[in-house]
């Protein structure tokens, strides 16, 4: 039988190819080949050179060019695309004779090692970052560290562009018209709440009431109400939780959370003296200060044992007590001073004539990253005067000052400054106030705190023994949760689960609280790993996950009671452990990856491809037909489809692996509920991938993932740098991937090791110029930031 390489290939090219063949395979009287002769030029002889040949030249590329050693250093994205189509299975192309997969793998490695040698040769290159805007999140996130105002940039901001997977890429975080006028907008709103000269109106009550439909039954101890808060001020808060329970039972704790964070706790009483259906409530009331802006509001029964000891037929008033009604009563005005005010009031500017200058020059400073020059002093002084001429007292004045700092080109954008930004060869270390904003926004999201910035301005933070003590010391605060939330949550695509909208009449159980839930596993999960510094093995194979109540019945894991989120050990007994661990297997993840109405081992595949093992797969074909999905479960399983899909060899060349490692997942349905049938087809989730390793179960395939450790390690590495650097990774990058990624490896893939050695990097910590030729109209935004 022909094959598709046969039946394609000229007679001239055949014959031609089989010479070279037996040749490739003649004894050689000479010595050993090494490198790329011995693994190299051989499988492009006896394999590739059939299509990829001056007469065919398929995919626009003839590899009997590509003959020597030198080649890989004179044309490195060539080879790397080459690199890239081997290590991700694509090539060879299913209907040609593959050789055995030793002799693919040691292809790539020498591929990769002649790429390493090539960059390693070049002179040294740190790259280089145009001035970067803040995007949202850091936007955000330093505003409330500087003056303490939670702003809702997401709510006020377009939405930023991404680049390479993140949203943090100098290139592509441009600023247009629009955008400026949000900021000029933002600035006066942001200020008049730092300073409290928002004036406040005479309180109102806003009720949310379970009969009524406007608050939600999260479940039987948990209500729900999303609420926008118009002030920053207090309020007051009553809980009415109608029913009773009998004589005996015990008072409760009640929980209220604010976004998932517990504001308020007291005890309650839980039984009255007539077990009524419709009676007076019972009612918690308490005064709490809450900040402007939309907050998901929770009423919790917090440990109760009551609630788990009756059948759920008895969930009803007549025996039980829970949060039916929520009320917010205000503003009033705080009877703390708010914590903006005590940031930026740090000296009575009423009677101290030189606090106004140590004010602002103490928020630029913070602001801009570095100290602020005389000029810019003076001339946020000049609008304190300004206001004061105008009739307004010494705060309205530094209000006016605030909004000038926040729409400075010094606080939107990071500006890095060169010796001779002109010059592409010149390469120098950023300064250490540079470093400083580097790290914080790599850790945090943020601008630094004032003991980094101490540090930096001292002349110590390139010191790699003050490095890494800062380094450990913001690991362990809180803000590095940002590293989570925008590193981890682009990379893995968790952000999508605020997006996805399964179809609510196949999956019953999906709601908010269950995508709450999923997000809350992951992200304490990841910021677990992050934390206690796991391997990288844990990503994909942990044998302990974050559960609350609501996400273990879903994943049908008994004993797990309370809405609190608690670690879980996933070892204790079957089918547990072999269902659950890792990324992979979470409901966010697996849900994300799917369509609204069914699974798609494609999207999965592929999802593993891109994100885990870094060699995602080309764009598909524009002329591929849709699968049938009215089909799938009723007359033919999904697998079967996708099988047919394949004949196509076109097609194969790509799915033979991404699939097969979707099909890895079939257990796992469209919101990552575990399952052994899709409709009336058993699920097969086992598989074959290209280089012949095979799986029978989900955690098969990642036992087979985690014998390609490397492979991830050095994808998670690419990504980490350049979500640090800012910007897309060049071939003269090749060697600080290399070097970080054999310093993690060494040191056992533990996760603070990788960000360590990120920041200890050439480019993390230098930087050089660039030619106007080069890419005038970067020089040109540079300019004209500064």
Known sequence: MKTFWTRTMPASVALTTAACLLLAQSPSSGPAPTGFDRDVRPVITSTCAGCHNAALASGGLNLVALNSAATVAAQQEVWEKIDRKLRSGEMPPAGVPRPPQAAIEAMYRSIEALLDQAARSAPSDPGRVTVRRLNRNEYANSVRDLLGVNFHAADDFPTDDSGEGFDNLADVLSLSPLLMEKYISAAEKIAARAVGNVPLPKPVSTSYEADAHTLRRVDVETSEAVHHVDFDADYDVMVAMPGARPGNAAPVDLGFYMDGELIHKMQVETKRSELVYF???????????????????????????????????????????????????????????????????????????????????RLARRAFRRPATPAEVASLLKLVALAKQNGDGPEQGIQVAIQAILVSPNFLYRVERDPDPRDATRIHRITDLELASRLSYFLWSSLPDEELLDVAEKGHLHEQAVLDAQMTRMLQDRRASALVENFAGQWLELRNLDSVKPDPDKFLVWGPDLKEAMKTETRLFLEYVLRENRPLSDLLDAKYTFLNDRLAQFYDIPGITGSEFRKVDLTGSEPYNAQRGGILTQASVLTVSSY????????????????????????????????????????????????????????????????????????????????????????????????????????????????????????????????????????????????????????????RTLIYETVHSLPFQSRRGETVSANPAAVKKEIAIR
């Not at 058993?682 to 074959?688: E, L, V, Y």
């Open 279 to 361: 009676g007076p409530f019972s009612e918690a009331h308490f005064r709490v200060a809450l900040p402007a802006g939309e907050h998901t509001f929770r009423a919790v029964f917090l440990n109760d044992p009551y609630i788990k000891s009756i059948p759920e037929k008895d969930y009803y008033r007549g025996v039980n007590k829970y949060p039916g009604n929520i009320t917010f009563t205000g503003p009033y005005v705080s009877a703390q001073e708010p914590v903006s005010r005590k940031l930026i009031f740090t000296c009575d500017v009423k009677a101290d004539a030189a606090c106004a200058q140590a004010i602002v020059s």
């Open 596 to 751: 609204p109405t069914r699974t798609s081992p494609t999207i999965r595949g592929k999802y593993i491809l891109n994100n885990i093992l870094g060699t995602p797969p080309p764009p598909p074909p524009p002329d591929v037909p849709a699968l049938d999905a009215s089909k799938v479960g009723s007359e033919v399983s999904l697998r079967k489809q996708l099988e047919e899909h394949r004949n196509n060899a076109v097609c194969a060349s790509c799915h033979s692996r991404m699939d097969v490692l979707g099909f890895g997942l079939e257990n796992y349905n469209a919101i990552g509920r575990w399952r052994n049938a899709d409709g009336r087809f058993p699920i097969d989730s086992g598989g074959t991938l290209p280089g012949g390793k095979t799986f029978a179960s989900p955690a098969g395939m990642k036992a087979v993932l985690l014998d390609n450790l490397p492979e991830i390690a050095r994808c998670v590495t690419e990504k980490m740098l350049i979500y640090a650097l800012g910007r897309g990774l060049q071939p003269f990058d090749r060697p600080v991937v290399s070097s970080i990624d054999q310093q993690w490896k060494a040191a056992g893939y533990p996760f």
